[in-house]
């Protein structure tokens, strides 16, 4: 979709987005701004320009402040991605706990680089800001799923249990 496009939320979509705007002040509605992105993002699994105004048109709100929310966290994916997104961290924490050879790990094992989605279309490789693990640096989530205290050889037994799953 490019940003010509128009789409239209879908009855299901308003009702999960009505439940957030009910939680905040009838004048703070961008307030569920967040749960409305995410809502929209389970449509097909990134945001595109159309969505995103969809939401803002919806929340009557800027669409411009739509798109900083959207492209702030790392949970929305402003492009397609692959059935499973590898999100690694590499705040401070994990940086000083060898995050670059987890990366470099992943980087070899799939083929492609941060920000990349394998040929397949199974993995796609994002880099995050923080995943709140920092107890247990390096980490990364497979698809919600986290895997922390990683090493190149963890890397590789995780990537292959996934690859059965793919």
């Known amino acids: 979709m490019d940003m010509n496009t128009t789409f239209n939320l879908t009855h299901n979509m308003r009702t999960d987005i009505d439940?957030?705007?009910a939680k905040f002040p009838a004048e703070q509605k961008s307030s569920a701004?967040?749960?409305?992105?995410?809502?929209v993002q389970k449509e097909q699994g990134w945001l595109s320009?159309?969505?995103?105004?969809?939401v803002a048109d919806?929340?009557?709100m800027p669409k411009s402040a739509v798109y900083e929310v959207a492209t702030f966290y790392s949970m929305f994916n402003l492009k397609p991605t692959g059935k499973y997104r590898i999100d690694v961290c590499t705040n401070v924490s994990c940086m000083l706990c060898g995050c670059d050879k987890i990366v470099e790990q992943l980087e070899n094992r799939?083929?492609?680089?941060?920000g990349e989605t394998t040929q397949d279309q199974r993995f796609t490789l994002k880099e995050v800001e923080c995943l709140a693990a920092c107890g247990g640096a390096p980490a990364m989530q497979i698809a919600g799923h986290y895997y922390e205290h990683l090493t190149p050889e963890k890397v590789d037994i995780i990537i292959s249990e996934w690859e059965k799953k793919a």
Not at 33 to 39: G, K, R, V
């Open 49 to 54: 320009d159309a969505m995103m105004n969809a």
């Open 33 to 39: 701004t967040i749960a409305a992105l995410s809502i």
């Open 19 to 21: 439940v957030w705007v």
């Open 110 to 114: 799939l083929g492609i680089n941060l």
């Open 58 to 60: 919806y929340l009557e």
